[in-house]
């Protein structure tokens, strides 16, 4: 375990971190840490939890994050990252928790995240992603948690999210999203928080 989290570190990532390769928690977030995540990181296969979130990491994220297959929390929320997610992350069947929101992501979301059926909060929004939200989503049968707001997401709600029966808070506000409200909504029996705003919804409230 290797816990920095909560200080003033600055600076880049030194890459000899990928030798630590028995480390099972890297908890970085809340620093003025700066540059590219290193590919190196995801050499640490042991890893359960990765934490970088609310620093200043710039560019993509590495392909090579598909290696990190032990992974349960991944939290990357609150940095400038860009370019597109890659579909790698799909590979990450693990997670339960995977927080990318407030970022400057971009591209669609991968199908891929259909194969994380441990997955109970995800965390998308405040970035630029654009296209459909994948019928995929509907396969994440644990998910309590979904925001996808503020972005620029588009198309129809697929009906599929019906499925997601622990459904507790899905956050769709601040996109393109048009069409009705697909009916399969009324089977989320445990949702609490529902926001559907600033959309191009139409047609009648089921």
Same mark, same amino acid.
């Given at each position: 375990?290797?816990?920095?989290? *909560?200080?003033?570190?600055?600076?880049? &990532?030194?890459?000899?971190?990928?030798?630590?390769?028995? &480390?099972?928690?890297?908890?970085?977030?809340?620093?003025? /840490?700066?540059g590219t995540v290193p590919? $190196? @990181?995801?050499?640490?296969?042991?890893? @359960?939890?990765?934490?970088?979130?609310?620093?200043?990491?710039?560019?993509?994220?590495? %392909?090579?994050?598909?290696?990190? %297959? $032990?992974?349960?929390?991944?939290?990357?929320?609150?940095?400038? +990252?860009?370019?597109?997610?890659?579909?790698?992350?799909?590979?990450?069947?693990?997670? =339960?928790?995977? #927080? +990318? =929101?407030?970022?400057?992501?971009?591209?669609?979301?991968?199908? $891929? !995240?259909?194969?994380?059926?441990?997955?109970?909060?995800? *965390?998308?929004? *405040?970035n630029s992603l654009t296209? %459909?939200?994948?019928?995929?989503?509907?396969?994440? !049968?644990?998910?309590?948690?979904? #925001? @996808?707001?503020?972005?620029? +997401?588009?198309?129809? &709600?697929?009906?599929?999210?019906?499925?997601?029966?622990?459904?507790?808070?899905? #956050?769709?506000?601040?996109?393109?999203?048009?069409? %009705? /409200?697909?009916? *399969?909504?009324?089977?989320?029996?445990?949702?609490?928080?529902?926001?559907?705003?600033?959309?191009? !919804?139409?047609?009648?409230?089921?």
């Open positions: 375990e290797l816990d920095l989290s *909560e200080n003033s570190f600055t600076g880049t &990532l030194p890459t000899k971190l990928g030798q630590l390769t028995s &480390l099972n928690y890297l908890w970085l977030s809340d620093n003025n /840490l700066n590919t $190196e @990181v995801c050499e640490l296969s042991w890893l @359960v939890e990765l934490h970088l979130g609310n620093n200043s990491f710039t560019g993509n994220l590495p %392909t090579e994050i598909g290696q990190l %297959t $032990e992974l349960r929390a991944l939290l990357i929320n609150l940095n400038q +990252l860009n370019g597109t997610l890659p579909t790698e992350l799909g590979l990450l069947t693990k997670l =339960g928790f995977f #927080y +990318l =929101g407030s970022n400057s992501f971009s591209g669609t979301l991968p199908t $891929e !995240f259909g194969n994380l059926t441990d997955l109970l909060k995800l *965390e998308l929004s *405040e296209g %459909t939200l994948p019928t995929e989503l509907g396969q994440v !049968f644990g998910l309590t948690e979904l #925001y @996808v707001n503020n972005n620029n +997401l588009n198309g129809t &709600l697929p009906t599929e999210l019906g499925r997601l029966e622990g459904l507790q808070r899905l #956050y769709l506000q601040e996109n393109m999203f048009t069409g %009705t /409200l697909p009916t *399969e909504l009324g089977e989320l029996m445990s949702l609490e928080e529902f926001n559907a705003t600033e959309n191009e !919804f139409s047609g009648s409230i089921p």
